[in-house]
């Protein structure tokens, strides 16, 4: 069993910064690619960042790059996100997610943490 927890969200204004954290207990030896996801009320959960086990591949969406940034600590079994410059439209519930060996999809989930962006 892998727990994952999020923090970090919060309101903020256009042009601000925030740090997501997701913090991982239980089995985290099981844990390979890492990955951040949101979802905006009305749309569809999205990928927004993943890292692999390492930290030392990464992959954004068109819509993040250059703002945010994804990382792990395998040490501290804790992913970050560090967001930039955000805007009105960053603004969603913010998951992480894990990965283990024996499947393609993300198999562990956090519960979330809201990120509100105000213009």
């Known amino acids: 069993q892998v727990h994952l927890v999020e923090s970090g969200g919060g309101l903020v204004q256009a042009g601000d910064s925030l740090r997501l954290s997701c913090a991982a207990s239980g089995r985290i030896v099981s844990i390979t690619d890492m990955a951040w996801f949101r979802q905006a009320p009305g749309k569809e959960r999205a990928i927004v960042a993943s890292?692999?086990?390492?930290?030392?591949?990464?992959h954004y969406a068109d819509s993040v790059k250059g703002r945010f940034t994804i990382s792990r600590d395998d040490d501290k079994n804790t992913m970050y996100l560090q967001m930039n410059n955000l805007k009105p439209e960053d603004t969603a519930l913010y998951y992480c997610?894990?990965?283990?060996?024996?499947?393609?999809?993300?198999?562990?989930w956090g519960q979330g943490t809201q990120v509100t962006v105000s213009s």
């Open positions: 890292v692999n086990r390492g930290g030392d591949n990464t």
């Open positions: 997610a894990g990965k283990n060996r024996l499947r393609p999809d993300y198999v562990y």
